[in-house]
């Protein structure tokens, strides 16, 4: 049973900062890269960032760069997305998904449903005043 949980999503103030989780059951992550991915109210869900399976390698979408930080700890077969300096655009809710190809380095963000096989039901992030 493949599990992914998403957590640390709620509400926060523009200029904030929230980290979000996925952790990850019934599966061992090390071997797999690993998305973030969101989809605001009314929109179609976008790439936001990705990580290689040895954690040295990672992808992200213009939007996001020098905001967000993608990392993984293999150990607690869990990844985050560290998030800073949020704004009113980055509400959305966020899912975790994995790659299905196995030692992969080059991530993609794209939303590509052929790779990303394994989703999390997803955590909400609103970022208002």
């Known amino acids: 049973q493949l599990q992914f949980v998403e957590s640390g999503g709620g509400l926060v103030q523009p200029g904030g900062s929230l980290r979000l989780s996925c952790a990850a059951s019934g599966f061992t992550l090390g071997g797999f890269a690993v998305g973030w991915f969101r989809q605001a109210p009314g929109k179609g869900r976008e790439g936001v960032a990705c990580?290689?399976?040895?954690?040295?390698?990672?992808n992200s979408v213009g939007s996001v760069k020098g905001r967000f930080t993608i990392s993984r700890d293999n150990a607690k077969n869990t990844v985050y997305l560290q998030m800073n300096s949020l704004t009113p655009e980055d509400t959305a809710v966020y899912y975790c998904?994995?790659?299905?190809?196995?030692?992969?380095?080059?991530?993609?963000?794209?939303?590509?449903?052929?790779?990303?096989?394994?989703w999390g039901q997803g955590t909400q992030v609103t970022v208002s005043s």
């Open positions: 990580i290689s399976y040895t954690g040295r390698e990672t």
């Open positions: 998904a994995l790659d299905r190809t196995p030692w992969l380095r080059i991530c993609t963000v794209e939303v590509d449903k052929e790779r990303y096989r394994y």
